[in-house]
């Protein structure tokens, strides 16, 4: 049960209150911000709550036991609170938001309605609507690990092993087309497909220091070109430059063939799935329990 603190309580009692929300944002690279609903900033607990920041209260649900519960909070962009920069780059993301109501007359008597984490963001028309989740949800993620044919590590991490400088190149950003796939210097050494599927980081322009991940890598007449899996906000120009490491699809043959890093391939190759253990026994095919791949 939450206890309300005393003169706070005597106020809610009476005939007028003068209370709104106030939300206490504190990202995972340390910062803490707040926000308020009402017309002018707020101080309390050693936070400033900054006012014409644009957020409101929207649906929030509540569940019984462990089931998670969830809510939003919408808002437009402001130079002051929120920027549409920071909501694309991900910093916002997992934050956790500490909901309050709070006498906006006598802002230290307030209480802590509901603590909450940033989960999906939605952006549109200079506003943004973010999903707030109740720690709960945690229960839903899986745990552990699941048997499957391909490999479940990251490439180049502890678990996988493989030492990806040698899989590591420089380049630079020659011109962009309406797709977004650019053409690029630097890369024209390597085999057609070595980058598809890759991590892209670019050291220079609009986009240094951010990480994104590669769709494909085409070579045609000595020319190099990258695609991203998804529309990058804001377009590389000519000149940008950055380092690519070679893509990996998780799978015993390119683990050995392409990384010759087979004997830490953390997959299941050789178990069969459901189409093959339900399928038809042909001239190409055994069913002797014998290895998939040798």
Not at 93 to 107: F, I, S, T
Not at 146 to 170: E, K, P, Q, T, W
Not at 245 to 252: E, L, M, Q, V
């Amino acid at each position: 049960m939450k206890k309300v603190p005393q003169d706070f309580a005597a106020h809610l009692e009476g005939e007028a209150t003068t209370t709104c929300h106030c939300w206490k944002v504190s990202l995972r690279d340390g910062a803490v911000l707040g926000f308020t609903e009402h017309d002018e900033a707020l101080i309390f607990g050693g936070v400033t709550y900054l006012a014409a920041s644009g957020f409101q209260a929207g649906e929030n649900d509540s569940e019984t036991g462990l089931a998670a519960s969830s809510g939003e909070v919408a808002g437009g962009f402001s130079s002051e609170a929120v920027s549409e920069a920071d909501l694309a780059a991900g910093r916002y993301d997992g934050a956790k938001v500490e909901l309050y109501r709070v006498n906006w007359q006598a802002p230290e008597q307030h209480v802590l309605l509901k603590v909450r984490e940033i989960g999906e963001v939605t952006r549109a028309g200079g506003a943004f609507t973010a999903e707030l989740r109740s720690f709960a949800h945690r229960l839903s993620q899986p745990q552990g690990r699941v048997y499957g044919r391909r490999c479940d590590a990251a490439l180049g991490d502890a678990r996988c092993g493989a030492d990806i400088v040698a899989f590591r190149a420089d380049g630079a950003v020659v011109s962009v087309d309406g797709t977004g796939r650019m053409m690029v210097s630097g890369l024209s050494a390597f085999a057609d497909g070595f980058f598809r599927q890759g991590k892209l980081v670019f050291s220079t322009g609009v986009n240094a220091g951010r990480s994104f991940d590669l769709d494909d890598h085409v070579v045609r007449d000595g020319v190099a070109s990258l695609n991203f899996w998804l529309p990058l906000e804001a377009a590389p120009q000519a000149g940008d430059a950055f380092t690519v490491t070679a893509g990996c699809d998780k799978s015993f043959g390119v683990c050995k063939v392409k990384f010759a890093n087979h004997l830490n391939f953390r997959g299941f190759p050789h178990m069969p799935g459901a189409d093959f253990a339900y399928s038809y026994v042909t001239s190409r095919t055994q069913h002797d329990g014998g290895a998939l791949f040798s």
